[in-house]
Nanobody
Framework: QVQLVESGGRLVQAGGSLRLSCAAS????????MGWFRQAPGKERDFVAA????????YYADSVKGRFTISRDNAKNTVYLQMNSLKPEDTAIYYC????????????????WGQGTQVTVSS
């Protein structure tokens, strides 16, 4: 069982930046691909970004490319999402996810989910 705890979400103005963190309980954290998803009110949960076991490969949704950066620190069992140039449409609950495998490409790949952290971007 892997527990994921997100932090860092808050209210921010458009154009601002936030860094989300996700701490994982897995003893073999480096064997999990990690990802971030988001869900806005009334909408489905969407893929945002993912990173491979070693951090050598990253993947992004088109809507966040060039603005968001995913990274991981395997020594700290933590994955990060640096969000720059935030827009009101980035407002959502952001979820951290872990998958037993080399990568995460969609919402069906993860085996574990965090509880989410709210990000609100005001215009």
């Amino acid at each position: 069982q892997v527990q994921l705890v997100e932090s860092g979400g808050r209210l921010v103005q458009a154009g601002g930046s936030l860094r989300l963190s996700c701490a994982a309980s897995a003893r073999t954290f480096s064997s999990y691909a990690m990802g971030w998803f988001r869900q806005a009110p009334g909408k489905e949960r969407d893929f945002v970004a993912a990173i491979s076991w070693t951090g050598g490969n990253t993947y992004y949704a088109d809507s966040v490319k060039g603005r968001f950066t995913i990274s991981r620190d395997n020594a700290k069992n933590t994955v990060y999402l640096q969000m720059n140039s935030l827009k009101p449409e980035d407002t959502a609950i952001y979820y951290c996810a872990a998958a037993r495998g080399p990568s995460i490409r969609n919402k069906y790949d993860p085996n574990y989910w965090g509880q989410g952290t709210q990000v609100t971007v005001s215009s």
